[in-house]
């Protein structure tokens, strides 16, 4: 089997071999520890799910965005966090292979596609979320290349990541059209994570952040020149809502699976918990929308990989899906009752992720205004 001639089932054949080597609930369930989150990684790219989209000629896959999107939705159904992790260091190698020259890019596209590097995308500080432009990350240009200072929050992968793709001011006061976008590598002077960072909710998608004092990329390290990189950045978030998406799909499905099995086999009042009406009605309820947010990002998903318009589809399927997500897997865990809240399933994991979802990569707020500007009836 090539590369190239790689297809769905075969790369869900990949996954679940990957998921049977690395996920186990043992795994998913300890405390938090960075050294097995790197490995967990580093075993992803022994299947190929850090180089998904990279090109054929860097040594990726090549693969449409659409399949990126399915290996989330089920990597997800396990762990956002995780899904979230492998995702996004594929999205670096992707990046820098895909907008710098191979003489560059070969200085980490070989590392993260082996899982030797971790890569991250730095663009949230703590007072500049959903209101990108408004970063504060300063970028002076120097007779060597560009010093960087300034701080980044809430960054997945930033506590194990090697690689990051910082996004900085380089024209205070320039908003958007200042903003260029640098290649940072964690082992260089100048570099320094937070310890303050990390939240338990999606605990395995590695979040922190991290500081820089000094820092000098290279000239040739930067990937995008000012004003451009913002344009990116968006396009970026536009594919990262329609994952994120896919993820929330990837909950709900396994959660809707689980319990329903559950209902086959727990006995209340002499009958089967599927035998009560009310009890088979919110699952049914659940497969409602769990299949228009299906459909939703499946629409939106092929559109990018046509190049078709898909700006406002992005923000329908993610607004959808973490909506569906954040009404139905509470009352799942419900309708399993005490159960429900066993560690040894993931169904408290996912409501929390499911919180984390409507807030990366455009909050559902900004998402509906996104929307109504362009409501056509």
Known sequence: MTQSTRSLTQWLEELERFCAQAMSPASLLSPYDAARERQRIAVAASYGLTGIQVRLEHSGFGAPYSIKAQLAQRLAGIDFGVSMAIINSQNVAD?????????????????????????CTALTERAAGSDFSAITMRAVQTTDGWRLDGEKAWIINAKIADVFLVYAQTQPGAGAAGIAAFVVEAKREGFERSVDAFT??????????????????????MLHAPGLAFKRALESINGARVYVAAMCVGMLQESLRLAQAYGQRRQTFGQNLEQHQGWRWLLADAAVDLEAASALVDCAAHAIDE?????????????????????????????????????????????????VATLVDGSTEMLLERISKNLKI
């Open 95 to 119: 990046d820098v292979s895909r907008w710098l020259p191979a003489s560059v890019s070969k200085r980490w596209v070989p590392g993260l596609l082996k899982g030797d590097q971790i890569g």
């Open 200 to 221: 338990s909710a999606a605990a395995l998608s590695s979040t922190g952040g991290f500081r820089l004092q000094g820092y000098v990329a290279l000239a040739d390290e």
């Open 307 to 355: 190049g078709r318009q898909s700006q406002d589809l992005a923000a329908k399927a993610k607004v959808f899906a973490t909506r569906a997500a954040q009404r139905h897997l509470p009352a799942l865990l419900h309708a399993m009752g005490a159960e429900g809240l066993r560690d040894s399933y993931p169904l408290m994991r996912h409501v929390a992720a499911a919180q």
